[in-house]
């Protein structure tokens, strides 16, 4: 059974830091792509970052370049979202999907998904 667990939400002010994470079970970890989203309220469900397990590529949504960062740590099925410089804008639920490779995060069809975490972004 997959689960993906995503934490380290919060309350933050603008120009503010959170590291997120999501801790996956269930799959191999190593095959996998570990995308994050965020969906913000009235809004569409935007795909925020990606990074495929077995190469370390990364993708990022325009928006959050320069500003957020994804890593993993395969020994413990763990991916983090370091995101700094955060804007109002940024405010949204944000959840941790899974799936066998970033093409799908393209898509926003991942397989897997997790229950998202708040962050809030206070100017």
């Known amino acids: 059974d997959v689960q993906l667990q995503a934490s380290g939400g919060g309350l933050v002010q603008a120009g503010g830091s959170l590291r997120l994470s999501c801790a996956a079970s269930?799959?191999?970890?190593?095959?996998?792509?570990i995308g994050w989203f965020r969906q913000a309220p009235g809004k569409e469900r935007e795909g925020v970052s990606c990074?495929?397990?077995?190469?370390?590529?990364?993708y990022y949504v325009d928006s959050v370049k320069g500003r957020f960062t994804i890593s993993s740590d395969n020994a413990n099925n763990t991916v983090y979202l370091q995101m700094n410089n955060l804007k109002p804008e940024d405010t949204a639920v944000y959840y941790c999907?899974?799936?066998?490779?970033?093409?799908?995060?393209?898509?926003?069809?991942?397989?897997?998904w997790g229950k998202g975490t708040l962050v809030t972004v206070s100017s």
């Open positions: 990074i495929l397990m077995s190469d370390g590529s990364t």
């Open positions: 999907a899974a799936d066998a490779m970033c093409a799908r995060w393209f898509k926003h069809s991942m397989k897997h």
């Open positions: 269930g799959i191999s970890f190593d095959d996998y792509a």
